[in-house]
């Protein structure tokens, strides 16, 4: 299982780098995974600085997709998980968690969310409000998809995201897939693309996407109504998705879908890692950051430091105090000279 995985991983990782410098004491090393979205950057880019500065180790940052990063963790590859979207891998993460390999140690933002969108253009003058308005072909047919014309298109996850399987069973649950395909943007910037170029051409867009993003500041789209969040439909989903992710669509068995459900972000560390490193661990447990924050750390990593995870962690050092409250004062010295 482990070859297997490695093999996944030299297949999906982006990268592996260390973000400051290599001064740092080798009595700590800590492997942080990342993903390849902003938000997770910009946690991974401030931890680490903190972790290596401020704490002296040797920090080592992978980053990659969902399902690579994930599976690194559970086997014991990563130390360090900054933003975890716990709800939409719950299904695989609880029974490590459960064994005592990995633990959920916080908060990381206190409320983010997740949702099909529409264009609010196009869901007011179609009158537009739910994911049952959807299945109309007349609808479809503003979205219309040019890789499959007798279909609209749903600009969906990433396929190495987990979000990327669970909007594929909700279409189909919701009966969604008749009318649309799930489409795969590539990558977190493309979806971004394809969201802001719509806006910037006035065309209709029909879109997943989630918060908090610099790009939700600057679009104006409509939440779908979708079903109410119920933990047990949610819960038989997720087997779902998992078995689907772990051999494919033929894989899908009826089952229920619900809206996503509004949630925290959280953190996650291996527990061996903890043990070794509790001055570390409790840095990272008091690690959090309100939304608005998170929010404004967005647009300056998107718009002004052009995706430099050092800089933006340089800015929200230089900018904040709430972090001095993460760290004893020697700690915070320490971080404050490194700037």
């Not at 002296?56 to 360090?80: F, N, R, W």
């Not at 979000?163 to 649309?180: I, M, R, S």
């Not at 700690?331 to 000279?337: G, I, N, R, Y």
Request: glycine share 6%.
């Amino acid at each position: 299982m482990k070859f297997l995985r490695k093999l996944v991983l030299s297949a999906f990782f982006i990268s592996t780098l260390s973000l400051v410098g290599t001064s740092a004491n080798a009595a700590c090393k800590a492997r942080l995974g990342d993903f390849d979205w902003s938000s997770a950057n910009i946690h991974t880019a401030i931890s680490s600085f903190i972790l290596e500065n401020g704490y002296g180790c040797q920090v080592s940052v992978t980053k990659g997709s969902t399902t690579p990063i994930m599976a690194a963790h559970y086997d014991k590859q990563l130390d360090v998980i900054t933003e975890v979207w716990y709800d939409n891998i719950i299904a695989n993460y609880e029974p490590h968690e459960k064994a005592g390999t990995i633990m959920n140690i916080g908060v990381n933002t206190p409320d983010s969310q997740q949702a099909f969108y529409v264009d609010k253009a196009t869901a007011e003058k179609y009158n537009l409000k739910s994911v049952e308005d959807m299945k109309d072909p007349k609808i479809a047919a503003l979205f219309k998809d040019p890789e499959d014309p007798s279909k609209g298109r749903m600009t969906s996850c990433i396929s190495g995201w987990t979000c990327y399987t669970v909007n594929y069973v909700k279409q189909v649950e919701y009966g969604l897939d008749k009318y649309y395909t799930n489409f795969d943007p590539g990558s977190g910037g493309a979806l971004d693309a394809a969201i802001a170029g719509a806006f910037a051409k006035k065309q209709p867009i029909f879109t997943y996407y989630w918060a908090p993003t610099g790009l939700m500041g600057k679009v104006d789209l409509v939440r779908l109504k979708e079903p109410a969040y119920e933990a047990k439909c949610w819960a038989a989903m997720s087997e779902v998705v998992e078995a689907i992710k772990a051999n494919g669509k033929d894989a899908y068995k009826k089952s229920c879908a619900s809206e996503y459900q509004d949630m925290a972000l959280t953190k996650s560390v291996l527990t061996e890692w903890a043990k070794a490193h509790p001055a570390e661990t409790e840095f990272l447990k008091k690690y959090t950051i309100p939304t608005a924050t998170v929010n404004k750390m967005l647009a300056f990593y998107e718009d002004e430091s052009d995706g430099d995870m050092l800089l933006t962690a340089k800015e929200f050092l230089k900018t904040e105090t709430m972090w001095k409250d993460w760290v004893p004062a020697d700690v915070a010295k320490k971080v404050e000279a490194a700037l």
